[in-house]
């Protein structure tokens, strides 16, 4: 039976949501997946439909998001949907949002140099199979800086400082550029690469990109007779506080 996945985009649009998420369509309908693209948050509020889905692909950079829709993926996530996504359209989505900040594992802060840093990604675990094969490559593009939960495991990683800045006088950094985390039963998996459709294109990116997506989409099938609500073992710490 094919697996279903959804992919939302919108946000600046400097991040070619619309393109990356054609990209994403279609490596997943080469892996026999239903594909549903929505350019519109509100699909995030049917919590049931959420809960059928496989994988959800978040591509929304900024913005805001009411709590619920979020309260929502969370749900799905913990149940064991998978959420896999790169760059700002997961981890610079909804600044204002801690909730989805801890769900994804990480947020961005900065990208010193802006687009057209020349730097190195390198791979930290090439025995993963999502790393399989591959090799440090060289990319020019953003070199995203984030804040980033303890709690991931770190598959990839880039220096800093490549450019001076405030940032420079600093011991150098290895800055994670991908990542897994779980979230209840659910799988989560992060890649900061993806600034245009181009470098999502990428081969490194796209193989990383179509690991995670079915990675990711394996946590629900884990989860037969286990799956369990933020009423129940897990807790989130979502609600109306701030």
């Known amino acids: 039976m094919k697996k279903s996945a959804l992919i939302v985009w919108g946000g600046w649009d400097g991040h070619e949501p619309e393109q990356i998420s054609q990209i994403f369509k279609n490596i997943l309908e080469e892996e026999n997946f239903n594909v549903e693209i929505s350019s519109s948050l509100d699909v995030y509020a049917d919590a049931e439909k959420l809960q059928s889905l496989d994988l959800i692909v978040p591509h929304w950079t900024m913005g805001d998001i009411p709590k619920k829709y979020v309260l929502n993926i969370s749900e799905a996530v913990i149940n064991g949907v998978g959420l896999a996504g790169c760059h700002g359209g997961m981890c610079d989505s909804f600044r204002n949002n801690v909730d989805w900040q801890f769900m994804t594992g990480g947020n961005w802060v900065a ?119 933020t009423n129940g073992r897990f807790y989130t710490g979502m609600g109306d506080s701030q």
């Open 111 to 229: 990208h010193p140099g802006n687009d057209g840093v020349e730097y190195m990604v390198n791979m930290k675990d090439t025995t993963n199979p999502l790393l399989e094969g591959l090799s440090d490559f060289k990319v020019v593009s953003e070199q995203y800086y984030l804040h980033v939960d303890p709690a991931v495991e770190v598959l990839a990683t880039t220096s800093f400082p490549v450019v001076d800045g405030p940032h420079a006088t600093n011991k150098p950094v290895a800055m994670p550029v991908v990542w897994t985390k779980r979230w209840g039963h659910g799988h989560v998996f992060y890649n900061s690469l993806g600034h245009k459709a181009n470098i999502v294109a990428m081969p490194e990116v796209s193989l990383m990109m179509r690991r995670g997506f079915l990675w990711t989409a394996e946590g629900k099938k884990r989860t037969t007779g286990l799956a369990t609500s």
